[in-house]
């Protein structure tokens, strides 16, 4: 199993452009999580999906949308970057347990 | 919602000695509190969690101590090691919520 993987690994964006990030499970979890991680203020999830098809916002949901369209991958999308914007992104699933596994991450730089 | 505090934010010890980081919780129906350990440029991996229905949970040199009157949670380490540097992370969760609230984070160095 290859557990939680997340692509890209790096990123540089210019302010206003847009991209996606995509993570995907081979564990056949319901529910799958994005969080940003900053200096100091540890890891604040932005949205989550408890199933295939859904999606709800978490703490920090504005300037993202996010899709889960099939249930082993979500989208996090950036629709138009800002340098607010600039984090690792980790995703993050879970079986019914509470338990959360984590991928390798996604630098993200917004000039 | 729920927030979590955890203290100190950051923590030297000398290798062999103990290390403890607190963690503060305000939603009395949470009842999951896991802690996460992050290496520098890694991902966070789960090392111990506890549910309310106990008090204390020990793995090895690691353990967990829950006072659900108080609404705290503590990381203790024992005999710490080299390898022990690095980011630790508590958090909390409502059973059916399926969402973690995690704290600021502990940087956490094991001096030889």
């Known amino acids: 199993n290859a557990g939680v993987t997340q692509t890209p690994k790096f990123r540089v964006l210019k302010t206003g452009q847009s991209m996606t990030l995509l993570c995907a499970q081979d564990?056949?979890?319901?529910?799958m999580y994005w969080y940003r991680q900053d200096p100091g203020m540890g890891l604040r999830l932005i949205h989550y999906?408890?199933?295939?098809?859904?999606?709800a916002k978490g703490e920090v949901p504005d300037g993202y949308n996010v899709s889960r369209l099939k249930k082993q991958n979500f989208l996090l999308g950036l629709e138009s970057a800002a340098p607010s914007q600039t984090s690792v992104y980790f995703c993050?699933?879970?079986?019914?347990?509470?338990?959360?596994?984590f991928g390798p991450g996604t630098r993200l730089t917004v000039l | 919602g729920e927030n979590v505090e955890q203290h100190p934010s950051t923590l030297s010890v000398q290798e062999g000695d103990s290390a403890v980081i607190k963690c503060t919780y305000s939603?009395?129906?949470?009842?999951?509190f896991p802690w996460y350990k992050q290496e520098l440029g890694k991902r966070p991996q789960l090392i111990i969690d506890?549910?309310?229905?106990?008090g204390e949970k020990k793995d090895q040199r690691i353990a967990v101590t829950l006072n659900k009157t108080a609404k705290h949670f503590s990381l203790h380490i024992t005999e710490t090691q080299p390898e022990d540097s690095a980011v630790y992370f508590c958090?909390?969760?409502?059973?059916?919520?399926?969402?973690?609230?995690f704290g600021q984070g502990t940087r956490l160095t094991i001096n030889p």
């Open positions: 993050a699933s879970s079986p019914h347990t509470d338990t959360q596994y």
């Open positions: 564990m056949n979890h319901e529910y």
């Open positions: 939603d009395s129906a949470s009842n999951y």
């Open positions: 999906s408890v199933g295939e098809g859904t999606t």
């Open positions: 958090a909390a969760s409502i059973q059916g919520a399926q969402k973690l609230v």
């Open positions: 506890i549910r309310s229905n106990v």
